[in-house]
């Protein structure tokens, strides 16, 4: 019996050196610490357990099944444990990488934002620039517009004075363009440029007439005292000419109250030639005639 119980004891402890190999190995192949211990202990009274009950067989006394069933229930909650903890980490790290492309994500959107904020604030002060310039402009123009009223308003005035100066062929071309001058420059709805067009155009007529000969069929009263059709030939603005049927000639000069004509017996000839030639009657000749310069 003493043999018997020895041997049994033996064979009881004997896979202790083996399962502690076993547990190095584990730990070779690359399980944690705390793993290998827990199962080391979990073994370790396995054994005790085993142990235990080859002393009872020797002494005589019935093995006891409980050891072994909580063993069981020791090893089925360890492994649970284990479970329980992989299954955390694994969920931690995808939980971490979540995150961790949330957290990129809000980086890459916030340097975006960062971007669009500076790009915001190149063209707020560009646009302020723009601004400035704008209304220095404006203030320019303004006082362009001013200066540019009164030259128009000085412009019309001479115009208006001079009016009676002009010869009657060409005030007749001018006439439109005379009315639509304002009465009072000062309360008009007549827009400054529309009223510089105006005076330009009016400039512009009486330019083209002040370098070219016009012939004109008017009535004048003669030195009887009778009124009669007479050929006009005006020589710019400032000198004119003219002969009646009855070779009654006359010259014509402007003054500020209108043209002033007198009588001019002795020049019907060569006023009678000078109208041929304009006409195209004669061939172009050199014709004197009395000019006065004022």
């Given at each position: 019996m003493k043999e018997r119980a020895e041997t049994g004891m033996?064979?009881?402890?004997?896979?202790?050196?083996?399962?502690v190999s076993t547990s190095t190995s584990c730990g070779r192949h690359g399980r944690g610490l705390l793993a290998t211990l827990a199962l080391t202990a979990v073994i370790g009274s396995v054994c005790l357990a085993?142990?235990?009950?080859?002393?009872?067989?020797?002494?005589g006394a019935p093995a006891n099944g409980a050891s072994l069933e909580e063993t069981r229930l020791r090893m089925g909650k360890w492994i649970e444990t284990q479970q329980i903890?992989?299954?955390?980490?694994?969920?931690?790290?995808?939980?971490?990488?979540?995150?961790?492309?949330?957290?990129?994500?809000?980086?890459?959107e916030a340097a975006?934002?960062?971007?669009?904020?500076?790009?915001?604030?190149?063209?707020?002060?560009?646009?302020?620039?723009?601004?400035e310039e704008l209304l220095a402009q404006k203030e320019q123009l303004a006082s362009?517009?001013?200066?540019?009223?009164?030259?128009?308003?000085g412009m019309e005035s001479e115009l208006r004075r001079m009016s009676d100066s002009i010869p009657e062929p060409t005030k007749a071309r001018v006439q439109l363009l005379f009315q639509r001058m304002p009465e009072d420059p000062a309360n008009t709805r007549v827009t400054v440029p529309e009223r510089f067009?105006?005076?330009?155009?009016?400039?512009?007529?009486l330019n083209k007439a002040n370098n070219e000969i016009n012939v004109s069929y008017e009535v004048r009263q003669l030195a009887d005292g009778k009124p009669?059709?007479?050929?006009?030939?005006?020589?710019?603005?400032?000198?004119?000419?003219?002969?009646?049927?009855?070779?009654e000639a006359g010259i014509g000069r402007p003054t500020p109250g209108g043209w002033q004509w007198e009588p001019a017996p002795t020049i019907a000839p060569q006023v009678v030639k000078a109208l041929e030639i304009?006409?195209?009657k004669q061939s172009p000749a050199f014709v004197p005639l009395p000019v006065k310069v004022q």
């Open positions: 033996n064979i009881a402890c004997a896979p202790r050196p083996a399962l085993a142990g235990s009950a080859g002393q009872d067989s020797r002494n903890i992989s299954r955390e980490r694994k969920e931690w790290q995808q939980g971490k990488e979540i995150l961790l492309g949330r957290l990129e994500l809000i980086k890459q975006a934002l960062q971007e669009k904020i500076a790009l915001a604030d190149s063209s707020v002060a560009e646009v302020t620039k723009k601004r362009s517009g001013e200066r540019l009223k009164a030259v128009v308003s067009q105006n005076v330009l155009g009016i400039l512009n007529e009669a059709e007479v050929k006009s030939i005006y020589v710019g603005l400032g000198q004119a000419y003219y002969v009646s049927a009855r070779n304009v006409q195209g």
